[in-house]
């Protein structure tokens, strides 16, 4: 049985993903189909997870791989990823000339360094008591009501927390042209598994959430980290049905990677600072700090973690996770502006750091732009508390763009369609701006 079909210009592949020891399935796998060029830059055909069998089908058109040159049929190759672990890559034996007589595809692949995997906690652990949920008629859905729960700080309530769920696939998503109609320019992107986390009792009150962290680069001013730092929380998780409400309060920060000080120019405005006595956003002590609030409620500086997807836009398939996930919960925030440090010399700079930012990473911390998040969790487990603090000292302050994540990388940035995230073609011109007015006004 032949693995493509052909009905007129639009192809369908169809293959299965299996563990090339066990030769068993491999579910929940980003399988992602390319066309081999020997001349220019490979063309991105299509992408799929794996089911319950481990099987995929990409659907594309020949205008993907440049048929209106050649009377040819594409020279197919595939990566398999976990998140950003790659586990399999057919390009160095392409299937060529793909077409209608293409056998059946096997794509056996490399599952020894897939941390992500080791992450996943099949069953809840013994020890669930309930009863938090229930313990106020005001908690219960549709329109949870937590007024009755003070705000509590992040990281001062670890001793009370006796059970987990960790976020092993937290799900990103933002528009990289807010002022583009629909979603066209949406971003999706898969952050790095297991920094956050969900913590509370044995009955089920929430007492702290860790939230993720990314990076991006920029050609002048090198690596930036940038979190979603939660300064409150409140709220109940509940085993019995998988639901969980929480409000949260956070702030965005982005600080600059120690690498970034060996870029000539980071070094020079890095020392000027110091010269100057002025906070340089080189640690995240110093961040940049981005205020935050609930969508639509620029005065409303808490929002909800609610059970299930955001419903504000189309969630492709390769970023759920149905087949190896506990639950799902979802979280929406709109950006606001810059938290202002009373030295307008620091502030403009930190603007221009931020408006660099957003120029490589889509807009992410643009004004009014809404960030979401859908966390799929694994099953809950025990908290040791000592790794729980470490943990989060670990995430708090040491996100390194420069060496990662332990637990395994995210994936790249994608449109819906699964195609790569291009950043601004005249980034370089316009960093440059950017810096050049900035140095011009204060050096």
């Not at 300064?231 to 970034?260: C, H, Q």
Request: hydrophobic share 35%; proline share 6%.
């Amino acid at each position: 049985m032949s693995a493509i079909s052909i009905d007129g210009s639009t192809y369908t592949v169809t293959g299965t993903v299996v563990d090339q020891v066990t030769q068993e399935a491999v579910v929940g796998t980003i399988v992602t189909a390319y066309d081999k060029d020997r001349f220019t830059k490979d063309d991105y055909l299509g992408i799929a997870r794996t089911d319950a069998d481990g099987c995929f089908t990409i659907t594309f058109d020949s205008s993907a791989f440049g048929s209106r040159f050649f009377d040819r049929r594409p020279d197919l190759y595939f990566t398999v990823l976990d998140g950003g672990t790659e586990l399999g890559n057919t390009k160095g034996s392409p299937i060529s000339n793909a077409g209608t007589n293409t056998p059946a595809i096997t794509i056996p692949v490399d599952m020894t360094n897939d941390r992500l995997r080791k992450l996943i906690n099949p069953t809840p652990v013994e020890g669930w008591v309930g009863g938090f949920a229930e313990s106020d008629p005001a908690f219960a859905y549709p329109e949870p009501d937590l007024s009755s729960l003070p705000m509590l700080k992040n990281r001062t309530n670890i001793e009370k927390l006796t059970r987990q769920q960790k976020v092993v696939w937290p799900e990103f998503s933002w528009n990289s042209e807010p002022k583009a109609e629909g979603d066209k320019k949406r971003c999706y992107q898969m952050f790095a598994p297991d920094i956050s986390r969900l913590g509370y009792t044995d009955a089920g009150r929430v007492y702290s959430i860790i939230c993720p962290q990314q990076a991006a680069c920029a050609p002048k001013l090198g690596c930036m980290n940038v979190e979603v730092t939660v300064t409150g929380n409140k709220g109940w998780a509940n085993e019995s049905d998988g639901t969980l409400y929480s409000d949260m309060s956070v702030e965005g920060r982005i600080w600059f990677s120690p690498s970034a000080k060996e870029r000539p120019l980071v070094k020079k405005l890095w020392d000027h600072f110091a010269d100057s006595d002025l906070p340089f956003p080189s640690t995240k002590a110093q961040a940049i700090i981005v205020q935050t609030y609930k969508p639509g409620n620029p005065g409303h500086g808490a929002f909800p973690l609610f059970k299930g997807q955001t419903d504000r836009f189309t969630v492709p398939a390769f970023a759920q996770h149905p087949d190896l996930s506990w639950s799902v919960g979802h979280l929406d925030v709109e950006i606001g502006t810059i938290k202002k440090t009373g030295n307008a010399k620091v502030d403009e700079f930190n603007q221009a750091v931020l408006d660099i930012f957003n120029l490589g990473a889509g807009n992410m911390l643009s004004n009014g732009n809404v960030l979401s998040w859908n966390v799929w969790f694994t099953a809950p487990e025990h908290v040791d508390q000592d790794e729980w603090s470490h943990h989060t000292e670990y995430w708090r302050t040491s996100l390194k763009a420069d060496h990662g994540s332990p637990e395994g990388e995210g994936g790249p940035a994608r449109y819906l369609d699964g195609s790569p995230f291009q950043a601004v073609k005249t980034i370089v011109e316009e960093e440059e701006a950017i810096i050049e007015a900035w140095m011009k006004k204060h050096l």
